[in-house]
């Protein structure tokens, strides 16, 4: 039988909930392909924007490999962009992840870390113009409810990393599957990465 593959998620001080247990709901109704891991700086509890306290699995300090890494946003981003500590970590853990995956505000981690140089990203569009500061020589898309280049894929805000999650399962399994999981999570998978309805109720150009 097969290794499973790990999904390993970023948490951090005051976490968007949805950024990161709704992708985590798609992942994990396939648990004979996927198992899911928490990491944060030093770990132990994290706590979200809504007061919910998650335990980690892992801190920086631990050796631990993943297939599939995703930064979520929400409030604490704010303290997270400029982490010394958190941005060597993401540059030495990169070159070993088969994807890297971004929710929401997140994206602004990838951007700040240099891994979205080159690239097509998206990210929040209530946001859009404070993440679209960080970084050099990205490709923003304005309009998208997730974006894929290559390995990196990074999405719109909060629920829309349940699609993208989707388009990750599709990519490393099937479409079929993806749908399959969609419909036992009784969710309406919006699968076209460029059909993003909130970019025009923020006025993103």
């Known amino acids: 039988m097969p290794s499973k593959l790990t999904v390993t998620t970023l948490l951090f001080e005051q976490f968007e909930l949805l950024d990161v247990f709704g992708p985590l709901e798609m992942f994990g109704l396939l648990p004979d392909t996927y198992q899911l891991k928490l990491v944060s700086e030093q770990g132990g509890i994290i706590s979200s ?24 946003g929400g409030e604490g981003i704010k303290n997270e962009v400029n982490s010394s500590s958190l941005l060597a970590w993401l540059n030495n853990t990169a070159p070993n992840i088969q994807y890297i995956c971004s929710v929401c505000t997140g994206a602004v981690i990838l951007a700040n870390a240099g891994l979205l140089e080159g690239r097509k990203a998206t990210t929040n569009k209530k946001h859009y113009h404070w993440v679209t500061q960080y970084g050099k020589e990205i490709d923003w898309q304005p309009v998208a409810r997730w974006v894929q280049d290559g390995a990196v894929f990074t ?27 969609a419909i036992h999570a009784e969710y309406l998978w919006q699968n076209d990465p460029n059909d993003d309805p909130f970019a025009p109720l923020h006025i993103v150009r």
Request: no cysteine; aromatic share 6%; glycine share 6%.
């Open 49 to 72: 924007s809504q007061g919910i306290q998650v335990l980690t699995d892992f801190s920086f300090q631990d050796t631990f490999l993943t297939d599939v890494l995703i930064i979520p």
């Open 155 to 181: 999405s719109s805000g909060t629920a829309a990393g349940i699609d993208m999650s989707l388009a990750v399962i599709a990519e490393q399994n099937s479409e079929d599957v993806a749908r399959k999981v």
